[in-house]
C-alpha cells in the first residue's frame, strides 16, 4: 500500500484532519530530495488468534505459541503456518494466567493469585496439571533456569521455587524489598526484577535458598518488564518507556539510555530484546520497535498498532509474537530490523525468561544447549519476508 493511502485512511480512522495528510506529502517529498530519510515498515501483521480470554504473556517453543490468556488459562497455539496460528490446546488454570515461561516438556505458568502452575506440555492437544505452589502473593510474573523458578510475586517480591520435581515445587527461598514486584529475567546468578516503584533489583541467587541484593536501580517510572542481554537490562518503565541500564557492575548499576514516549497516557509493560533491537509491548502505545545499537541513544525504528493493548512479547526468528489483550495473539513481521543476521548472533528470548538465548548455556536444564533449542525452533530465514495477510503497520521517520 502506497504511503500516502496509508496515511489517509489512517487519517479518517481517527479522525484527523486534511493538515496531517498534507505534512506527510511534504514529509514524501522531502525524502525523495535528502536520502538520508527513509520509512520504517517493517513491522507488518502477518497472522492473529483471538483467544477466548485476555493475553497477558507469550512464550515461543519449536511450533507453538504458549499464551498467559487471564481468565482463560494457558492456550497453546500452533504457529507453524505463522500466517494461520490455531489453537492445539487449552487448560483452564485455577486463577489468572499472567506470565508464562517454558522449558522442556513444562510450561510454568504465574497465576496471579494462585501462584505458580506447573502444566505438562509434552502433548499440546491435551496439556495436563503436574504440579503447583500457591505463592504467597500475586504471581505475575516467571523465568525458568536449571531446577528452579524465579516468580515475582507482587508485594511478595522475589519466589524461588524449587522445580526438581515439577510435581511437588517447593520453596527454597525469597527475597522481599519494599515495592512491588512484576516481571523478572534471569541471567548468571542474579535475578533481575523489575521492580515497580522501586526499578531494577539485582538479587544474587547463587544460593538460592538465601538470596541477597546485590545492586539497585531506581528508575523514573514504575518497572513492569525487564530484558537481559549483555551487559544491559532493559527495563519497561511504565508511562516512562524503555530504561537502559548498564549491569556490567551488579553492585553499581548505571542509566545507559532511555527512550521516553511521547505521551504519559502509553505505558511500557513488556520487553524483548533480539539482537540489536528492543520490542516493547505497552498499554497505549502497542509494539515499539527501538534500535539499541547504540544504548546511550536509542531510536525508534517502527511501530505496530492493532485493536486492544499490547502486554507481552516474546521474540523468535522473524517474528515477534505479540499477547494483545483483548485481541489475542498478533504475529508480527519484523524480518526487516533483523535482516543479515542469523540465529547464532541474535539475542532471541523464546524460553520466556528475560534472557537472549545466546547469553544462556543449559537455563532449561535439557542437556541441550538454549542456542541449539533456539536455531531448531525458528530456523535461519533471515531476509525472506513471510508471505500473509499485511496491514497496521505505522510509518515512522528512522
Request: hydrophobic fraction near 35%; charge should be negative; charged fraction near 10%.
Amino acid at each position: 500500500m502506497l504511503a500516502s493511502n496509508f496515511w489517509h485512511e489512517k487519517c479518517l480512522r481517527v479522525g484527523m484532519c486534511k493538515k496531517s495528510l498534507l505534512v506527510l506529502n511534504v514529509l514524501i517529498f522531502a525524502s525523495l530530495l535528502f536520502p538520508f530519510f527513509s520509512w520504517a515498515t517493517e513491522a507488518s501483521l502477518v497472522g492473529s488468534y483471538d483467544t477466548s480470554g485476555y493475553a497477558h504473556g507469550v512464550a515461543v517453543s519449536g511450533n507453538y505459541a504458549y499464551v498467559a490468556d487471564y481468565t482463560s488459562g494457558l492456550q497453546i497455539i500452533n504457529i507453524s503456518n505463522p500466517a494461520s496460528p490455531t489453537l492445539t490446546g487449552t487448560y483452564n488454570t485455577s486463577g489468572n494466567a499472567v506470565g508464562v515461561a517454558v522449558s522442556g516438556n513444562y510450561a510454568y505458568v504465574a497465576d496471579d493469585t494462585s501462584g505458580l502452575q506447573i502444566i505438562n506440555i509434552s502433548n499440546p492437544a491435551s496439556p495436563t496439571l503436574t504440579g503447583s505452589y500457591n505463592t504467597s502473593g500475586w504471581a505475575l510474573g516467571v523465568a525458568v533456569s536449571g531446577n528452579y523458578a524465579y516468580v515475582a510475586d507482587y508485594a511478595s517480591g522475589l519466589q524461588i521455587i524449587n522445580i526438581s520435581n515439577p510435581a511437588i515445587p517447593t520453596l527454597t527461598g525469597t527475597y522481599d524489598a519494599s515495592g512491588h514486584a512484576s516481571g523478572v529475567a534471569v541471567s548468571g546468578n542474579y535475578a533481575y526484577v523489575a521492580y515497580g516503584e522501586s526499578g531494577l533489583q539485582i538479587i544474587n541467587i547463587s544460593n538460592p535458598a538465601s538470596p541477597t541484593l546485590t545492586g539497585s536501580y531506581d528508575t523514573s517510572g514504575w518497572a513492569l518488564g525487564v530484558a537481559v542481554s549483555g551487559n544491559y537490562a532493559y527495563v519497561a518503565d511504565g508511562n516512562i518507556g524503555l530504561q537502559i541500564i548498564d549491569i556490567s557492575n551488579p553492585t553499581s548499576p548505571t542509566l545507559t539510555g532511555t527512550y521516553s514516549y511521547s505521551t504519559t497516557s502509553s505505558d511500557a509493560i513488556g520487553v524483548a530484546v533480539s539482537g540489536d533491537y528492543a520490542y516493547v509491548a505497552g498499554n497505549g502505545s502497542d509494539l515499539q520497535i527501538i534500535n539499541i545499537t547504540d544504548p546511550a541513544s536509542p531510536t525508534l525504528t517502527g511501530t505496530y498498532d492493532a485493536s486492544g493493548n499490547a502486554v507481552g512479547v516474546a521474540v523468535s526468528g522473524n517474528y515477534a509474537y505479540v499477547a494483545y489483550g483483548s485481541s489475542g495473539l498478533q504475529i508480527i513481521d519484523i524480518s526487516d530490523s533483523s535482516d543479515g543476521a542469523n540465529e547464532d548472533a541474535e539475542e532471541d528470548n523464546t524460553d520466556g525468561d528475560g534472557t537472549g538465548d545466546n547469553e544462556e548455556t543449559d537455563d532449561d536444564d535439557d542437556g541441550v544447549l538454549d542456542v541449539a533449542e533456539s536455531d531448531s525452533a525458528a530456523s535461519d530465514d533471515d531476509g525472506n519476508k513471510s508471505e500473509g495477510s499485511s496491514g497496521g503497520c505505522s510509518l515512522s521517520i528512522r
